[in-house]
């Protein structure tokens, strides 16, 4: 089913510059610029059972005309930052969103799947989102910043970890 559509103000969060730097979201709309040739790094908190929707909106301008065929792409890592999915948007100068496909609750039984969209939300963790605004943004429509808003959802009750035959962390490790 598709999500519950998020309501109320966006709140400001400039992304990181990578995946090390990446600004903490949750659940809720987010605000922030980027500028042609840019990428921004979100983290989002997803644990078993959940499941992650996004959403990145570019704002719209008045300056310049014409198109660029991928301007806006945003994609979706897992907690080791194997890539999960991904998706693209055209801009014309006016707002453009991009959204991605539903995707399944964090399980232990996603390693198994044969898709990408399903293996890689395996992990509980930290969830990256990835946003670039494409360098040739600014032939057409200026050197920006754009307005970029973030929808990120987390649904679903957090559930227990998978019971491991042996411990998760090495003997002697944190004695």
């Known amino acids: 089913a ?4 998020l309501v109320g103000d966006a709140v400001h969060r400039s992304g990181g510059a990578g995946f090390s730097r990446a600004a903490p979201l949750g659940q809720g709309i987010w605000k922030d610029r980027i500028g042609p040739g840019q990428t921004r790094f979100y983290k989002v ?9 996004a959403t990145a909106e570019l704002g719209s301008t008045s300056r310049g ?14 907690p080791v930052r194997g890539f999960v999915d991904g998706v693209g948007a055209g801009y014309d100068g006016g707002q453009r969103s991009a959204a991605l496909a539903p995707l399944p609750p ?26 670039h605004l494409a360098a040739q943004v600014a032939d057409r429509f200026g050197e920006g910043p754009f307005g970029l808003t973030l929808r990120v959802g987390v649904t679903g009750a957090a559930q227990t970890a998978p ?4 411990r998760p962390v090495p003997r002697n490790v944190f004695a």
């Open 45 to 53: 908190p997803v644990d078993w059972g959940q499941q992650v929707q």
């Open 2 to 5: 598709s999500p519950e559509a």
């Open 65 to 78: 005309e014409g198109s660029v065929g991928t301007a806006l792409v945003m994609s979706l890592y897992n």
């Open 163 to 166: 019971a491991y035959a042996g």
């Open 106 to 131: 964090v399980a232990y039984e996603n390693r198994y799947a044969l898709s990408d969209r399903v293996s890689g939300m395996r992990f509980a963790g930290s969830y990256y989102l990835v946003v």
